[in-house]
């Protein structure tokens, strides 16, 4: 079976709440627990790149994800991330997608953390799961490109906008 690699960027699914200073915090990543109890059987390859809230996100972090999808040696690559500046990034990997040679990239997130419950974090992990089809010869594989899954759809990643007024990723 192929490799899924994730590539964890912080966000709002990986924050928890810091009880001595009421803050959310970065402790650690939430991604173990998650594949846990998920009970996946794929082969998955994590990789920590950053702990960061999207609206601290600069484009030299935009290049360091770049670069490590470029230097990947798998295929599928899901990348875990704020939902703030998803767009942003996606759309900077977008720019770059002629170095990406035959990968299918899919961004996800969460609007509530793993850790507080409640979270859309496992919906949204499970949708981006099943578009990223390891199988070329399966009926339906994923197609090549850079793109966004939250809210139980699959967005491109030049197509999509998050609406802060209903606090949902909706189509241009």
């Known amino acids: 079976m192929i490799t899924l690699h994730i590539l964890i960027t912080g966000g709002t699914l990986d924050k928890d709440y810091d009880e001595i ?5 970065f402790p650690q990543t939430h991604l173990p627990q998650i594949l846990s109890q998920a009970r996946t059987t794929r082969p998955i390859e994590l990789t920590e790149l950053m702990h960061k809230d999207s609206l ?3 484009n030299a972090d935009r290049e360091h994800i770049l670069n490590t999808c470029i230097h990947s040696p798998h295929r ?4 875990t991330h704020g939902t703030d500046t998803m767009v942003e990034t996606a759309q900077y990997i977008m720019n770059n997608q002629l170095k990406l040679k035959e990968k299918t990239i899919v961004l ?20 981006a799961f099943g578009f990223l089809n390891p199988d070329k010869n399966a009926k339906f594989p994923s197609p090549e490109g850079i793109f966004i899954a ?3 759809q699959i967005f491109s ?13 909706e189509s241009l």
Not at 76 to 79: A, G, T, V
């Open 21 to 25: 200073s009421g803050a959310l915090t």
């Open 150 to 152: 939250m809210n139980g």
């Open 108 to 127: 996800t997130g969460a609007m509530r953390p793993f850790a507080l419950g409640q979270s859309d974090a496992l919906f949204n992990l499970g949708t």
């Open 56 to 58: 601290e996100m600069t």
């Open 157 to 169: 990643g030049d197509e999509v906008k998050k609406n802060r007024k209903k606090g949902i990723f």
């Open 76 to 79: 599928h690559i899901l990348i």
